[in-house]
């Protein structure tokens, strides 16, 4: 079985670097010995991921090979396709990014070579330009099987497409991220968690109008200000980056402001780039956790299951609050969640309330969300795209 993977791979996150394990995983346990084609923007830097996380593929995924290829050039695409079984667009959002034309032409070249076609793990949204909903709407239609990652996406998807007076007759289905996937597997694992004092914290550059202030500088002084508060409850503060590539913004550099803003002696950056496995281990080791991007509030959510919430996506209808809903955990985050969006909005307020969040209840999952999501997948997989 040969696959080809595409999406936003080039500029990963350890979000997105999840998902592929994630994806590896479903099609180890599906289709046994496989090889994956992995598209990427800039095969470099996939190549240094993918090598980090190496020992984690083996783990979840000892049957599959992964060969990189330049998504970026039209010519390898087609071939990449044409030697493929199935092209499969893997995790990430369906939203206003020119990088979405790629996805269409693959999959409409995909259904012209007679090739199955899938969406396995994405989000739809924000997408508010008519031009990239049209795009989304022709992706939808030349996808065999589409699994999203949570309702609101699944509705999002139904409503962009009877804009277009469009009906999608293709199986649309939701359900876990498979982010998750890798997860459960670390919990399984003999790793043995360290317990510490020590408060991680997740944060991202984010542009100024999606604050409640026009001032960057306001917005920035203010998560300072929320560090050097906390500070003071914990031994050390990690500000902790999930991206660490300079295209797409890496958090680092975003990071080190903070630190020199909160001119705090036991407030760190964590520099040298984590693995996923490196990742997952320094949230279960924490006392508690903050976190912003929204694969940072899903490993920390499941893996620590004692920290706090900044939401920077829409209210009630961006992907932090949909994972949240998904996952039964809305009431249990009520006093420990806030939305930039929010008039009410505030940040030393914020820091107040969740001052004492490692002696906070831990949230509590069905313990079965992992292994049942790999089987989920792998059902349908094996349904529609036989």
């Known amino acids: 079985m040969n696959i080809c993977i595409i999406g936003w791979y080039g500029s990963e996150t350890l979000g997105d670097r999840s998902i592929l394990l994630g994806l590896s995983r479903i099609f180890n346990e599906t289709y046994g010995k496989c090889k994956i084609f992995l598209g990427s923007f800039n095969a470099f830097y996939s190549e240094r991921c993918l090598e980090e996380d190496k020992v984690f593929f083996e783990i979840l995924a000892p049957m599959v090979e992964i060969e990189l290829f330049n998504s970026r050039v039209k010519n390898t695409l087609k071939w990449i396709i044409e030697k493929s079984d199935m092209i499969v667009m893997g995790g990430g959002p369906i939203m206003d990014l020119q990088e979405l034309l790629m996805i269409r032409f693959a999959f409409e070249?995909?259904?012209?070579?007679?090739?199955?076609?899938?969406?396995?793990?994405?989000?739809?949204?924000?997408?508010?330009?008519?031009?990239?909903?049209?795009?989304?709407?022709?992706?939808?239609?030349?996808?065999?099987l589409s699994i999203l990652r949570d309702p609101i996406s699944v509705s999002t998807a139904n409503v962009i497409a009877r804009d277009f007076k469009c009906n999608l007759q293709i199986p649309l289905f939701h359900l876990h991220d498979p982010a998750i996937i890798p997860i459960g597997v670390f919990l399984e694992s003999n790793y043995k968690a360290v317990p510490n004092?020590?408060?991680?914290?997740?944060?991202?550059?984010?542009?100024?109008?999606?604050?409640?202030?026009s001032k960057k500088s306001d917005i920035d002084k203010e998560f300072a200000e929320m560090i050097k508060r906390l500070s003071a409850g914990f031994n050390e503060i990690s500000l902790v980056p999930n991206h660490t590539f300079f295209y797409g913004n890496d958090d680092r550099v975003y990071l080190s402001t903070?630190?020199?803003?909160?001119?705090?002696?036991?407030?760190?950056?964590?520099?040298?780039?984590?693995?996923?496995?490196?990742?997952?281990?320094?949230?279960?080791?924490?006392?508690?956790c903050i976190g912003m991007r929204y694969h940072a509030i899903m490993f920390q959510t499941l893996i620590n299951g004692r920290n706090a919430i900044?939401?920077?996506?829409?209210?009630?209808?961006?992907?932090?609050y949909s994972f949240l809903e998904y996952i039964n955990g809305v009431p249990h985050y009520k006093d420990c969640y806030s939305n930039m969006h929010d008039t009410n909005f505030d940040l030393i307020e914020f820091s107040d309330k969740v001052k004492n969040i490692s002696e906070k209840e831990k949230?509590?999952?069905?313990?079965?969300?992992?292994?049942?999501?790999?089987?989920?997948?792998?059902?349908?997989?094996?349904?529609?795209?036989?």
Not at 266 to 286: E, G, H, R, Y
Request: hydrophobic share 40%; proline share 4%; with cysteine.
């Open 197 to 213: 004092n020590n408060l991680i914290i997740n944060l991202r550059d984010y542009p100024a109008a999606a604050f409640k202030t």
């Open 258 to 288: 903070l630190k020199q803003l909160a001119n705090c002696l036991n407030v760190n950056v964590i520099q040298k780039p984590l693995s996923v496995l490196d990742l997952f281990a320094l949230i279960s080791n924490a006392a508690a």
């Open 310 to 320: 900044i939401d920077y996506t829409l209210p009630k209808h961006g992907k932090t």
């Open 109 to 144: 070249y995909a259904k012209r070579k007679n090739k199955k076609t899938a969406l396995l793990g994405c989000g739809v949204g924000p997408i508010f330009d008519n031009f990239y909903k049209k795009i989304a709407v022709d992706i939808f239609q030349h996808s065999d």
């Open 363 to 386: 949230f509590c999952y069905e313990p079965n969300i992992f292994t049942d999501t790999t089987l989920q997948y792998s059902t349908c997989l094996k349904k529609y795209l036989a």
